[in-house]
């Protein structure tokens, strides 16, 4: 029953070609991005995973095919959103910050907790999260953030300003200097 619903749709050969010459060249990218968003990178491949499945079903209404990544990019973003409003909803606790283990085997958070900026990053709302990992690690313009988030470029922008104003105060706190 599940392999039914999961199967694709119906699809030529050249169009599940196609879908994978696209996207296939955006998956690295994508997991460092879900990465960096969440935070943890079992939930990262789950969140791609996700995305990918929601791309595969909305390949045949693609309108622009020149814009598949930024398409399969604001997929990935609302899938990480999802995860993270449904984290907060969650009242799971993580033995690993309960037991304060050096080494949890999770690439992502162990590099950010190692990193001051990384555990900076856990003190900004997921809004905010999302646009300095989409400008900072992505390496996207504000305009470009606006669109991938489906917000006014000047929201984009507010949106960084106040999360390097606590990223500035969360450094200038644990004795890091901000500049």
């Given at each position: 029953?599940?392999?039914?619903?999961?199967?694709?749709?119906?699809?030529?050969?050249?169009?599940?070609?196609?879908?994978?010459?696209?996207?296939?060249?955006?998956?690295?990218?994508?997991?460092?991005?879900?990465?960096?968003?969440?935070?943890?990178?079992?939930?990262?491949?789950?969140?791609?995973?996700?995305?990918?499945?929601?791309?595969?079903?909305?390949?045949?209404?693609?309108?622009?095919?020149?814009?598949?990544?930024?398409?399969?990019?604001?997929?990935?973003?609302?899938?990480?959103?999802?995860?993270?409003?449904?984290?907060?909803?969650?009242s799971v606790r993580d033995l690993n910050e309960d037991l304060d283990l050096a080494d949890s085997?999770?690439?992502?958070?162990?590099?950010?907790?190692?990193?001051?900026?990384?555990?900076?990053?856990?003190?900004?709302?997921?809004?905010?999260?999302?646009?300095?990992?989409?400008?900072?690690?992505?390496?996207?313009?504000?305009?470009?953030?606006?669109?991938?988030?489906?917000?006014?470029?000047?929201?984009?922008?507010?949106?960084?300003?106040?999360?390097?104003?606590?990223?500035?105060?969360?450094?200038?706190?644990?004795?890091?200097?901000?500049?």
């Amino acid at each position: 029953m599940v392999e039914a619903q999961l199967a694709p749709k119906p699809a030529t050969v050249s169009t599940a070609a196609s879908f994978s010459t696209e996207i296939e060249g955006e998956l690295a990218a994508a997991y460092r991005l879900a990465g960096y968003i969440l935070g943890d990178a079992v939930e990262a491949q789950d969140a791609v995973q996700e995305a990918l499945e929601r791309a595969w079903n909305g390949w045949p209404k693609l309108r622009n095919p020149d814009a598949v990544k930024a398409w399969f990019g604001r997929i990935l973003i609302n899938v990480c959103k999802t995860r993270l409003a449904a984290r907060r909803r969650a009242s799971v606790r993580d033995l690993n910050e309960d037991l304060d283990l050096a080494d949890s085997g999770d690439a992502f958070r162990d590099s950010l907790l190692r990193d001051a900026v990384g555990r900076a990053l856990s003190e900004l709302t997921d809004d905010q999260r999302i646009v300095i990992v989409l400008r900072f690690w992505g390496r996207l313009s504000m305009p470009e953030i606006g669109e991938r988030l489906g917000i006014p470029e000047g929201t984009a922008k507010s949106r960084q300003h106040y999360a390097l104003e606590t990223l500035r105060r969360a450094l200038e706190r644990d004795g890091e200097d901000p500049r």
